[in-house]
């Protein structure tokens, strides 16, 4: 009954039904080592055991499910958990936003309000960029095929080139400020800049910090608002809660969805300047901005992780080894693998033949692995295991994907 519009399922055929910590079993029994983690949505596992007596404790105890934006206890807890754990610690000055579940809502909510605000209408995004399945969220992204599913022109909306997108034959930011010094470019003055400091859709791109500092020179310069896309790259993926960190910049709005919940529930918030926050009571809403039980598995996962550095220096450090075990499989498969890219604990392995890069994945989920695939042409092999995974686990999940790619070359020169 199912549309042909599904996807995962058609890498994975297995009807999954439990889950624990890193690994998903499924209805014969098989166990699978996640690599995927809901794309980015189970940082802190599968059923964290923590987050699920909480869950389970407030779901007993006849507390509010569902109230839009309704005041709730779970709410104030959240905000004052999030600033005391996230915010103020890092000199942020945030007001939050509910504007929907998923990490889509809290694109649109920023391209609505950057518009409002700055009464203009474009709004400039990158090459590669992936920002959600909605209209507005398409006209910012870059993948031709997810584009056309929109079945109407996307406008409003201008690419520019990502860091090292041109190889570094052309210095950062040099079409970019042209255009908007010269009145006859024909680019409008954009009400803000959308950016991933690191794109997982795209094919584990990552921004260096000096040219995210210096898209955010470019964009104080010239009067635009700076939207960092945190939803994947969020909540400690790269090793700092906000992926922006290393940089040390702070954007205007920031976007954050996916692991937010801590539990794989529907979360998502827009966080904003304080002056920024132009909007008319009711005018940006939706059903489902106030999700009680991801608010009492939210403050779970602030309390858990994210009280001292431990899990920053955790991520790193598994990081480092991921980085380390992909250098060797790219150094002994030179000839098919191009490079290794990534941080944190997303990373990807970019094969030269994109159509190798889904038969690697395919060896990996017959040895026991999830991983998908990511890059306009689906090359990279994309690895994004919870941020709890132990060092065991990840050194297993490492000697599946080179043995995965050993089986793809032998099968190639066979």
Not at 16 to 23: C, E, L, M, P
Not at 106 to 130: D, H, I, M, P, Q
Request: charged residues 20%; contains cysteine.
């Amino acid at each position: 009954m199912e549309s042909e519009v599904r996807g995962y399922c058609r890498s994975w055929p297995a009807v999954f039904r439990t889950a624990q910590g890193s690994h998903i079993t499924d209805e014969n029994g098989r166990t699978y080592l996640d690599f995927f983690a809901g794309a980015g949505t189970l940082n802190y596992g599968h059923n964290n055991p923590q987050l699920k007596r909480r869950l389970m404790d407030y779901l007993a105890s006849d507390a509010i499910v569902h109230s839009l934006d309704m005041y709730t206890t779970a709410k104030r807890e959240f905000l004052e958990r999030f600033n005391e754990y996230v915010l103020e610690p890092r000199g942020l000055d945030y007001k939050v936003q509910f504007p929907g579940p998923a990490g889509n809502n809290s694109v649109e909510a920023a391209l609505k309000l950057a518009r409002k605000y700055t009464g203009r209408e474009t709004v400039v995004s990158f090459t590669n960029a992936f920002h959600g399945m909605t209209l507005g969220a398409l006209a910012v992204t870059g993948n031709s095929m997810k584009r056309t599913g929109a079945g109407v022109p996307l406008g409003h909306g201008v690419a520019m080139p990502y860091d090292n997108y041109l190889d570094g034959r052309t210095p950062d930011f040099l079409l970019f400020d042209t255009m908007l010094d010269d009145s006859g470019s024909g680019l409008d003055k954009p009400a803000a800049v959308i950016v991933e400091t690191v794109q997982g859709e795209g094919g584990i791109n990552v921004a260096t910090a000096e040219w995210l500092r210096g898209l955010q020179d470019l964009c104080r310069r010239h009067d635009i608002l700076l939207i960092v896309d945190d939803v994947q790259m969020g909540c400690g993926r790269t090793g700092p809660f906000f992926s922006f960190e290393e940089a040390g910049i702070t954007p205007d709005i920031v976007c954050l969805s996916k692991s937010l919940s801590g539990y794989g529930l529907p979360f998502a918030i827009t966080l904003m300047k304080r002056e920024l926050d132009v909007w008319e009571p009711g005018e940006h809403n939706g059903t489902f901005r106030g999700f009680n039980p991801a608010f009492v598995t939210a403050v779970a996962a602030l309390e858990d992780y994210w009280t001292g550095q431990g899990m920053e220096k955790q991520t790193l450090a598994k990081g480092q080894q991921v980085q380390t075990a992909l250098e060797e499989i790219a150094l002994a498969h030179a000839g098919a693998i191009d490079t290794v890219r990534g941080r944190g604990l997303a990373w990807g392995l970019v094969m030269k033949d994109p159509e190798t890069a889904p038969q690697v994945c395919a060896e990996a989920f017959s040895r026991g692995l999830l991983m998908e695939t990511s890059g306009p042409e689906g090359e990279v092999v994309k690895l994004l295991p919870p941020l709890t995974t132990t060092e065991t686990e990840l050194a297993h999940g490492l000697e599946i994907i080179a043995e995965s790619v050993d089986a793809v070359r032998t099968k190639v020169s066979v």
